[in-house]
Nanobody, 118 residues
Framework: QVRLVESGGGLVQAGGSLRLSCAAS????????MVWFRQAPGKERELVAS????????SYRDSVKGRFTISRDNAKNTVYLQMNSLKPGDTAVYFC???????????WGQGTQVTVSS
C-alpha cells in the first residue's frame, strides 16, 4: 500500500515557477515508476511527465518539454515536478500517481491546484 500526498500548488503569474512535491508512505515507493497527471476544468486528464523507478529515465508531454522537470528522491520517498515559464494553459489540478503496471496507476494523490494568471 502506498499513500501519496501532493503539495506546492498555488496561484502564480504567467512566466512564474512552482515546484510540486508528492510525498509517499510505504517502503515500496522506490520500486514504482511515478507520474504526474493534470486535469483542467471540462477537459480530460492528461499525462504530464513520468520517471522510472530508478530515476534514470524521464518523459514529458510535448507542451511542457523544456519547461517542466520531473525528479525523485527515493531516500525521501518523494517525487517532484519543477514547473518553470508557466502559462495560463497549465492551470489544472495536478495529481501524482504510482505506476504498478503497463499504463496502470494503482495509487493516486488527492491533487493540488495550480492556477496561472495572465
Amino acid at each position: 500500500q502506498v499513500r501519496l500526498v501532493e503539495s506546492g500548488g498555488g496561484l502564480v503569474q504567467a512566466g512564474g515557477s512552482l515546484r510540486l512535491s508528492c510525498a509517499a508512505s510505504g517502503r515500496t515507493f522506490s520500486s514504482y515508476a511515478m507520474v504526474w497527471f493534470r486535469q483542467a476544468p471540462g477537459k480530460e486528464r492528461e499525462l504530464v511527465a513520468s520517471i522510472r523507478a530508478s530515476g534514470g529515465s524521464t518523459s514529458y508531454r510535448d507542451s511542457v518539454k523544456g519547461r517542466f522537470t520531473i525528479s525523485r528522491d527515493n531516500a525521501k520517498n518523494t517525487v517532484y515536478l519543477q514547473m518553470n515559464s508557466l502559462k495560463p494553459g497549465d492551470t489544472a489540478v495536478y495529481f501524482c500517481a504510482a505506476c504498478v503496471g503497463s499504463d496502470v496507476y494503482g495509487y493516486w494523490g488527492q491533487g493540488t491546484q495550480v492556477t496561472v494568471s495572465s
